[in-house]
């Protein structure tokens, strides 16, 4: 008896030791980066599920509107989110984890109309369609002087922009070109990305400061970024995903 309570405990030692410890994260929907209905989720999401396995993490993805997604990891009703541009501000409720690329931010406008700028000032007087919540760059946001007009997502900016609505929409390149043929084919001719953009961007995880072990999970994630990168991994998954 002794010889199988020795064994028993043996193997659930092993099980526990094999069994990675899970994280939450919560996400949105935001293709071609990552949502729940595209191949894997995305590029994204492929990506943060390996670096966190290679960390000794099993990751989660609760998939929501991008104000809610936010609000829960500030809550600390999940571990973290993503992906998140940098911003100071965000750094009052999460740790930011190390970058993994993302994509250029910039102005969509209708063909038709004459809108160019060298400065952000030069944009004065026009409206732009941004999104409740989003970080963009770090001037564009403290632009006070611009006429922002913040909607719910992405989607119904460019909805607007495709009615007149607004004379700016400022998005990443790569959701605003999927949006635009996804949801709205018709217009595709009629709406360009403007040559002159504001930022190429890195995209990051962002852990809650109100959860426990908060450096431990930045770090499981920055070591197995740190091993994807060195043997080639980020680039094939890049490259497989269509980026």
Same mark, same amino acid.
């Given at each position: 008896?002794?010889?199988?309570?020795?064994?028993?405990?043996?193997?659930?030692?092993?099980?526990?030791?094999?069994?990675?410890?899970?994280?939450?994260?919560?996400?949105?929907?935001?293709?071609?980066?990552?949502?729940?209905?595209?191949?894997?989720?995305?590029?994204?999401? *492929?990506?943060? /599920? +390996?670096?966190?396995?290679?960390?000794? #993490?099993?990751? !989660?993805?609760?998939? =929501?509107?991008?104000?809610?997604?936010?609000?829960?990891?500030?809550?600390?009703?999940?571990?973290?989110?993503?992906?998140?541009?940098?911003?100071?501000?965000?750094?009052?409720?999460?740790?930011?984890?190390?970058?993994?690329?993302?994509?250029?931010?910039?102005?969509?406008?209708?063909?038709?109309?004459?809108?160019?700028?060298?400065?952000?000032?030069?944009?004065?007087?026009?409206?732009?369609?941004?999104?409740?919540?989003? *970080?963009?760059? /770090? +001037?564009?946001?403290?632009?006070?002087? #611009?006429?922002? !007009?913040?909607?719910? =997502?992405?989607?119904?900016?460019?909805?607007?922009?495709?009615?007149?609505?607004?004379?700016?929409?400022?998005?990443?390149?790569?959701?605003?070109?999927?949006?635009?043929?996804?949801?709205?084919?018709?217009?595709?001719?009629?709406?360009?990305?403007?040559?002159?953009?504001?930022?190429?961007?890195?995209?990051?995880?962002?852990?809650?400061?109100?959860?426990?072990?908060?450096?431990?999970?930045?770090?499981?994630?920055?070591?197995?970024?740190?091993?994807?990168?060195?043997?080639?991994?980020?680039?094939?998954?890049?490259?497989?995903?269509?980026?």
């Amino acid at each position: 008896m002794k010889k199988y309570m020795v064994i028993l405990a043996l193997i659930v030692c092993s099980v526990t030791a094999n069994a990675a410890e899970k994280i939450t994260l919560s996400t949105l929907d935001w293709e071609p980066y990552i949502g729940k209905a595209i191949k894997d989720n995305g590029y994204v999401a *492929v990506l943060v /599920k +390996e670096a966190f396995r290679r960390g000794g #993490l099993e990751a !989660d993805f609760q998939f =929501d509107r991008w104000s809610r997604v936010v609000g829960l990891a500030k809550s600390g009703q999940v571990d973290g989110y993503f992906p998140e541009y940098f911003s100071e501000s965000v750094k009052a409720y999460a740790v930011f984890s190390d970058p993994f690329p993302g994509g250029p931010i910039g102005f969509f406008k209708l063909k038709r109309k004459d809108i160019s700028f060298n400065r952000l000032e030069d944009l004065k007087g026009l409206k732009i369609g941004t999104v409740k919540g989003y *970080v963009n760059t /770090k +001037e564009f946001d403290a632009a006070d002087y #611009l006429n922002k !007009d913040a909607v719910k =997502d992405d989607l119904t900016n460019f909805k607007k922009l495709a009615a007149g609505r607004l004379d700016l929409v400022v998005a990443d390149k790569f959701v605003g070109l999927n949006l635009i043929k996804k949801h709205m084919p018709d217009k595709a001719g009629q709406i360009e990305f403007m040559a002159k953009f504001l930022e190429e961007k890195d995209l990051f995880v962002c852990i809650s400061n109100k959860v426990a072990n908060v450096d431990a999970k930045v770090q499981a994630f920055n070591a197995g970024l740190k091993q994807m990168k060195a043997d080639g991994t980020i680039d094939k998954i890049l490259t497989e995903y269509g980026f």
